[in-house]
């Protein structure tokens, strides 16, 4: 969702039938908006908590696991047990051992 504003996000939920919330919101934010390239689900766990306090870190992983789910982020290593994301959802091209490799 590369340049994505929070009303086309919010209507890219809402277009996969998702429910807009507080936390699916904030989650989004923390990983379009952290100064990690691609932050793992610990790293937006640790921004959201900031502002909720009572969110979970399971709830952090639902949510991605829903995003991707839904084509509105990616795993940046599909094979990792804590994949980071990523809310770039273009094509991309990794280099691992020297070969070229597609998500």
Excluded: W
Excluded at 22 to 42: C, D, W
Excluded at 46 to 75: N, W
Excluded at 85 to 100: F, H, L, S
Aim: overall charge neutral; some cysteine.
């Amino acid at each position: 969702m590369e340049g994505k504003t929070d009303k086309a996000f919010i209507d890219a939920i809402r277009n996969h039938g998702l429910q807009v919330t507080y936390q699916r919101l904030a989650i989004y934010q923390a990983l379009y908006f952290s100064n990690e390239k691609h932050p793992s689900a610990e790293v937006i766990y640790r921004e959201v908590k900031k502002h909720l306090p009572m969110i979970s870190l399971a709830t952090v992983y639902k949510t991605l696991d829903k995003f991707c789910e839904a084509g509105l982020i990616q795993k940046v290593d599909p094979a990792a047990e804590a994949a980071p994301r990523d809310a770039v959802t273009g094509p991309r091209q990794y280099m691992i051992c020297g070969e070229v490799v597609q998500p």
